[in-house]
């Protein structure tokens, strides 16, 4: 799966709206969970990421996929996500990004979070591919989320709107577009 580096202008389209997923769009979901586990190729080892965007593998849609707990288990998709509550307390944290190879970038985001989105674990989609039957629930859901989720979701939330990294902060050590 080919991921978009700075400063393809791919990484700067704001993503439509998703309507349907078939069977090929699950399968390209299941592709992206893959690509973050695979192993990083820093020496910080463990896998390569916690959350991918549409937006990162070319995909004009609103959808991104999260594994914060780096568990089969903690594998989720967020279908349209929006954030309907974020607090004004901010945390700021290191953020690395797959488009951004090799730079860490000091963000401020929102400490907690209300997060809607139609959410779907990747158990689930896992079993939709393989069956070839997709008899999944996409009624919408709305969770508080704090720590590395609020971050990890707002992260992927600016992806869908064109937003990466490099507009948020300066590396603190510059990547390969530097
Ligand atoms: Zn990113």
Redesign the pocket.
């Known amino acids: 799966m080919n991921v978009l580096q700075v400063p393809d202008p791919g990484l700067k389209i704001v993503c439509k709206p998703v309507l349907t997923l078939d069977l090929e769009a699950l399968k390209r979901i299941v592709e992206m969970f893959e690509e973050i586990k695979k192993p990083s190729p820093s020496s910080r080892g463990g896998p390569r990421g916690i959350?991918l965007?549409a937006t990162?593998v070319g995909w004009d849609a609103r959808l991104f996929v999260m594994n914060t707990a780096l568990t089969p288990q903690g594998e989720r998709l967020y279908v349209n996500p929006e954030v309907t509550w974020s607090s004004k307390e901010q945390s700021v944290g290191l953020e690395g990004?797959?488009?951004v190879p090799g730079a860490d970038v000091l963000v401020s985001r929102s400490r907690w979070i209300r997060a809607k989105a139609q959410a779907l674990t990747g158990f689930k989609i896992r079993t939709a591919v393989d069956s070839g039957l997709l008899a999944l629930d996409l009624s919408v859901t709305e969770t508080q989320m704090s720590g590395i989720d609020a971050r990890c979701f707002q992260?992927?939330l600016d992806?869908l709107q064109g937003i990466?990294?490099l507009d948020r902060g300066k590396p603190v050590r510059p990547g390969p577009a530097n």
């Open positions: 959350g965007a990162q990004c797959l488009s992260h992927e992806h990466t990294i």
